[in-house]
């Protein structure tokens, strides 16, 4: 039996004894609950939006900050020393959450490919400098420092904690990458809420939930969030501890960007069969240390041309682009050069690795391109995966730096369908789906 499930299962009765009105909040919001996903540089709410920007400077930031984050997952995936569930370059997708008693908003991002929740906390010993607010735990009458022996603290690699039996406080302290980039605070547990948008306005609260209160940031941190909220699969991910309160369940519909359009994330609920209508199912494999979720990559197709592979792909949503390995990807360009009738410009409008094509050679066709996963075909719209530039159409789809590293499917790839993950089942579901729809 995986720790995991062990784990469900003592949630499961840890829930029934100790919290009741835990029980509460989950019945209240039995079709689950919603909350909107805004982008960090798209969406006119978000704190770090700029209306001074270009669209040419708007994804060219895009794209620099996809390259790096991408780098973080392979030195995360190759070098466990520096591996670590927290990531300093957050990712695209913002949400709003409110934490302790009285609760404060905070903005996070949102992302599947990371297992602790954490927030910068006051008073800051060393903090990146942002415009939001920083969590002052001394002001939350709800907040504790987690002790020592709580199933969290062990929870976390144990190389990264230095347990004070003094203080009795369960510290923390993370590197990345080279190493000139670290984090460090407390663990601790308060009440977290959310403003359900579904219907009426009430919020949906769940006590006790276990984060990290970083106190000292240091190096080349992402300066555009205030923490991350971990949606990943390990033990203390924010899904696994609302568990079954969501039946172990979340989903996002993700917009396009340019759209301006908040996006959805949904905990909980469940939704209809979608078989007909295109969805498929896919299981995943699970990529410790970092708790991301892998698929399985069979096969990439476009038109008739098809190239088989057996490789993982990690779905993230804090990942801009897709990054395959380069023997594929020149396969792949060669397959869409075909398909398109023209050869990507050498004089790129974007940055590297990105390939943009111009209309003015030939009257462009953009093909849907194929992504075959262990449970069946993960079509990508051309109208997703590709985006304009000034008058280019460019890919989103671009190469890893060398063979071998990890394949990431990124958050352009995913723009309107409904991504299902179901902890319990380990499963992945995709279903086409116009996700601007839903928002109002
Ligand atoms: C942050 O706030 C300061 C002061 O209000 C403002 O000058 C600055 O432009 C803001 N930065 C961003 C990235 O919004
Ligand atoms: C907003 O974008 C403009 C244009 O690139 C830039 O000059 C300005 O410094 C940016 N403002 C902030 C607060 O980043
Ligand atoms: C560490 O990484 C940062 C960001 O990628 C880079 O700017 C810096 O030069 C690196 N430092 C060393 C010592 O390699």
């Given at each position: 039996?995986?720790?995991l499930l062990i784990?469900?299962?003592?949630?499961?009765?840890?829930?029934?004894?100790?919290?009741?009105?835990?029980?509460?909040?989950?019945?209240?919001?039995n079709?689950?609950?919603?909350?909107?996903?805004f982008?960090?540089?798209?969406?006119?709410?978000?704190?770090?939006?700029?209306?001074?920007?270009?669209?040419?400077?708007?994804?060219?930031?895009?794209v620099?900050?996809?390259?790096?984050?991408?780098?973080?997952?392979?030195?995360q995936?190759?070098?466990?020393?520096?591996?670590?569930?927290?990531?300093?370059?957050v990712?695209d997708?913002?949400?709003?959450i409110?934490?302790g008693?009285?609760?404060?908003?905070?903005?996070?991002?949102?992302?599947?490919?990371?297992?602790?929740?954490?927030?910068?906390?006051?008073?800051?010993?060393?903090?990146?400098?942002?415009?939001?607010?920083?969590?002052?735990?001394?002001?939350?009458?709800?907040?504790?420092?987690?002790?020592?022996d709580?199933?969290?603290?062990?929870?976390?690699?144990?190389?990264?904690?230095?347990c004070?039996?003094?203080?009795n406080?369960?510290?923390?302290?993370?590197?990345?990458?080279?190493?000139?980039?670290?984090?460090?605070?407390?663990?601790?547990?308060?009440?977290?809420?959310?403003?359900?948008?579904?219907?009426?306005?009430?919020?949906?609260?769940f006590?006790?939930?276990?984060?990290?209160?970083?106190?000292?940031?240091?190096?080349?941190f992402?300066s555009?969030?205030?923490?991350?909220?971990?949606?990943?699969?390990?033990p203390?991910?924010?899904?696994?501890q609302l568990g079954?309160?969501?039946s172990?369940?979340?989903?996002?519909?993700l917009?396009?960007?340019?759209?301006?359009?908040?996006?959805?994330?949904?905990?909980?609920?469940?939704?209809?069969?979608t078989?007909?209508?295109?969805?498929?199912?896919?299981?995943?494999?699970?990529?410790?240390?970092?708790?991301?979720?892998?698929?399985?990559?069979?096969?990439?197709?476009?038109?008739?041309?098809?190239?088989?592979?057996?490789?993982?792909?990690?779905?993230?949503?804090?990942?801009?682009?897709?990054?395959?390995?380069?023997?594929i990807?020149y396969?792949l360009?060669?397959?869409?050069?075909?398909?398109?009738?023209?050869?990507?410009?050498?004089?790129?409008p974007?940055?590297?690795?990105?390939?943009?094509?111009?209309?003015?050679?030939?009257?462009?066709?953009?093909?849907?391109?194929?992504?075959?996963?262990?449970?069946g075909?993960?079509?990508?719209?051309?109208?997703?995966?590709?985006?304009?530039?000034?008058?280019?159409?460019?890919?989103?789809?671009?190469?890893?730096?060398?063979?071998?590293?990890?394949?990431?499917?990124?958050?352009?790839?995913?723009?309107?369908?409904?991504?299902?993950?179901?902890?319990?089942?380990?499963?992945?579901?995709?279903?086409?789906?116009?996700c601007?729809?839903?928002?109002?």
């Amino acid at each position: 039996m995986s720790i995991l499930l062990i784990y469900f299962l003592t949630i499961l009765s840890y829930t029934n004894t100790l919290h009741p009105w835990l029980i509460e909040a989950s019945t209240r919001t039995n079709n689950g609950f919603s909350i909107d996903l805004f982008h960090r540089y798209y969406s006119p709410i978000s704190p770090f939006y700029n209306s001074s920007m270009s669209p040419k400077e708007l994804l060219q930031r895009l794209v620099l900050s996809s390259n790096s984050r991408h780098q973080q997952i392979i030195w995360q995936q190759s070098n466990i020393e520096v591996s670590t569930n927290l990531i300093p370059n957050v990712g695209d997708y913002l949400m709003q959450i409110s934490v302790g008693t009285p609760p404060v908003q905070l903005v996070a991002a949102a992302v599947t490919g990371s297992d602790l929740t954490w927030f910068q906390c006051r008073p800051c010993v060393l903090c990146y400098p942002h415009n939001t607010t920083n969590f002052d735990p001394q002001a939350s009458k709800t907040y504790k420092n987690l002790p020592c022996d709580a199933e969290h603290c062990s929870n976390l690699n144990t190389g990264h904690i230095n347990c004070d039996q003094n203080e009795n406080l369960c510290r923390y302290w993370y590197t990345y990458g080279n190493a000139t980039t670290i984090t460090g605070g407390v663990m601790g547990t308060d009440t977290f809420s959310f403003s359900s948008f579904d219907g009426d306005e009430e919020q949906a609260a769940f006590p006790s939930i276990t984060f990290g209160c970083g106190y000292q940031q240091a190096g080349f941190f992402d300066s555009n969030s205030a923490g991350v909220v971990g949606l990943g699969n390990g033990p203390v991910s924010l899904v696994s501890q609302l568990g079954p309160s969501i039946s172990y369940k979340f989903s996002y519909c993700l917009t396009y960007p340019s759209s301006h359009r908040a996006s959805k994330l949904r905990f909980g609920g469940m939704l209809e069969d979608t078989s007909e209508i295109g969805g498929l199912t896919t299981p995943f494999v699970t990529n410790d240390p970092s708790s991301s979720y892998s698929l399985e990559l069979n096969g990439i197709s476009v038109g008739q041309l098809n190239l088989n592979m057996n490789r993982e792909i990690i779905i993230d949503t804090g990942t801009t682009l897709t990054y395959i390995d380069p023997s594929i990807f020149y396969k792949l360009e060669a397959m869409v050069n075909d398909a398109i009738g023209a050869s990507p410009v050498s004089n790129n409008p974007l940055v590297e690795p990105v390939l943009c094509y111009d209309p003015d050679e030939s009257a462009l066709n953009p093909p849907d391109i194929v992504f075959q996963l262990s449970g069946g075909d993960l079509v990508l719209k051309a109208n997703n995966i590709f985006f304009v530039l000034d008058h280019y159409l460019c890919l989103s789809i671009a190469k890893s730096p060398k063979d071998g590293d990890p394949m990431v499917l990124g958050n352009m790839a995913q723009t309107n369908l409904e991504i299902e993950f179901n902890l319990l089942s380990k499963t992945v579901r995709f279903t086409p789906k116009y996700c601007s729809q839903e928002s109002s």
